[in-house]
């Protein structure tokens, strides 16, 4: 185990201690949840950086690391969905989006020769504009920043979609030709 993949490894174990802390009863609970989403954002981006700097990418850590991400992801928008933060619409939209690309990755994993599509720019960007949105929706610091940046995050994740579903297809088709 390499340290990337120790650094991925972390960001699931951090996602119980996100639960906890932001569904506790401490003062300042979901500013403390908020920190440990950030500090699961950086844990991705040293995981990336040292596994390209020192070619210490694995096939393991192409599949659990956008996995870990999701599962961070998707944990931290149903914990501000359900307290209010967040419109239902937007975990609908990512939550559909992850649940899609999963599928598409078990399909390409299992019956496509174990192929995998790595994360590509436009999904980083997506994922660090929710961390932008998060952010800015934790620290209350404008209702108009929060909703322009929460709505630049789903139009980013549906660009990475869309992104993802063509390299998709296009494996897809060349692999049935």
Same mark, same amino acid.
Request: proline content about 3%; charged content about 15%; hydrophobic content about 55%.
């Given at each position: 185990?390499?340290?990337?993949?120790? =650094?991925? /490894?972390?960001?699931?174990?951090?996602?119980? %201690?996100?639960? #906890?802390?932001?569904?506790?009863?401490?003062?300042?609970?979901?500013?403390?949840?908020?920190? /440990?989403f950030l500090l699961a954002g950086v844990t991705d981006i040293l995981d990336g950086y040292i596994a390209r700097k020192?070619?210490?990418?694995?096939?393991?850590?192409?599949?659990? +690391?956008? =996995?870990? +991400?999701?599962?961070?992801? =998707?944990?931290?928008?149903?914990? &501000?969905?359900?307290?209010? #933060?967040?419109?239902?619409? *937007?975990?609908?939209? %990512?939550?559909?989006?992850?649940? =899609?690309?999963?599928?598409?990755?078990? &399909?390409?994993?299992?019956?496509?020769?174990?192929? *995998?599509?790595?994360?590509?720019?436009?999904?980083?960007?997506?994922?660090?504009?929710?961390?932008?949105?998060? &952010?800015?929706?934790?620290?209350?610091?404008? +209702?108009?920043?929060?909703?322009?940046?929460?709505?630049?995050?789903?139009?980013?994740?549906?660009?990475?979609?869309?992104?993802?579903?063509?390299?998709?297809?296009?494996?897809?088709?060349?692999?049935?030709?």
């Amino acid at each position: 185990m390499n340290i990337p993949n120790t =650094l991925t /490894i972390i960001r699931f174990f951090l996602i119980p %201690v996100f639960l #906890y802390v932001f569904y506790s009863n401490i003062e300042n609970n979901v500013l403390y949840g908020t920190y /440990i989403f950030l500090l699961a954002g950086v844990t991705d981006i040293l995981d990336g950086y040292i596994a390209r700097k020192y070619d210490l990418i694995t096939k393991w850590g192409i599949i659990l +690391d956008p =996995l870990a +991400d999701k599962l961070m992801l =998707l944990v931290v928008l149903i914990g &501000f969905t359900s307290k209010g #933060y967040l419109p239902i619409f *937007v975990i609908l939209i %990512v939550g559909i989006k992850e649940i =899609l690309m999963i599928a598409g990755g078990i &399909f390409l994993y299992y019956f496509m020769d174990k192929t *995998v599509i790595p994360a590509n720019k436009f999904g980083k960007i997506a994922t660090v504009s929710f961390y932008v949105a998060i &952010f800015s929706v934790a620290l209350k610091i404008s +209702d108009t920043v929060s909703f322009i940046s929460v709505g630049i995050a789903i139009t980013l994740t549906l660009i990475a979609f869309i992104n993802y579903f063509m390299g998709f297809e296009s494996i897809k088709n060349n692999r049935v030709k």
